[in-house]
């Protein structure tokens, strides 16, 4: 009886996967959110600055930070999209996306799968190993005071160096698209 539980557990897998395998993956990191506690008039500009490099910091101030997991499927459904929203919203934000794990990794992964190189990579610039950047924006939006789960992938919108909107989970459906694309629009209409 034991031997059918189990079986019968492994075909579900295999069938709620999708696909006829199942890649075996280091279990995920996360940043400990405690460790990165920011006071309430530090500007997310310098939280950029700090993480990803000063020249990264531009006048207006206005970013898109996709923060991905190299081993999240979620996370890959949303790169085509996340790359079309960039290409037409690229002259009001910068985007960045952005791991705690190193290209290493990514690239032992992408492996696994078989994907080439060129594959489900964003077009805009990607940082490998930051570690606090998502906490710290989090800490910043919530005051401190986080009560939501830390989600890979996560998008925050910055307008006017000011957290606008965060958004746990993936872009990845027409519908979701077309909603940030408006509020993209709609922000870039206030914070030219």
Not at 12 to 38: H, R, Y
Request: aromatic content about 16%; overall charge positive.
């Amino acid at each position: 009886m034991k031997r059918i539980k189990i079986i019968s557990f492994f075909l579900s897998i295999l069938i709620l996967s999708n696909c006829g395998i199942i890649i075996i993956t280091p279990p995920a990191q996360w940043e400990k959110v405690d460790d990165f506690k920011v006071s309430p008039n530090t500007r997310p500009s310098e939280l950029i600055k700090k993480y990803l490099g000063k020249n990264l910091v531009n006048d207006r101030n206005n970013y898109c930070i996709t923060f991905f997991d190299i081993y999240c499927t979620p996370c890959y459904t949303q790169i085509n999209y996340c790359n079309q929203l960039y290409e037409e919203t690229k002259e009001n934000f910068d985007w960045f996306s952005v791991t705690i794990y190193d290209s290493v990794a990514e690239s032992k992964f992408r492996k696994k799968l078989e994907y080439p190189d060129d594959y489900l990579r964003y077009n805009f610039p990607t940082f490998y190993n930051i570690n606090g950047l998502k906490s710290s924006l989090r800490n910043l939006y919530y005051n401190n005071m986080i009560t939501k789960s830390d989600y890979v992938p996560m998008t925050i919108i910055i307008a006017n160096d000011t957290i606008k909107f965060i958004n746990d989970g993936a872009i990845n459906s027409q519908e979701k698209y077309i909603a940030h694309k408006s509020f993209l629009d709609s922000l870039s209409q206030i914070y030219k």
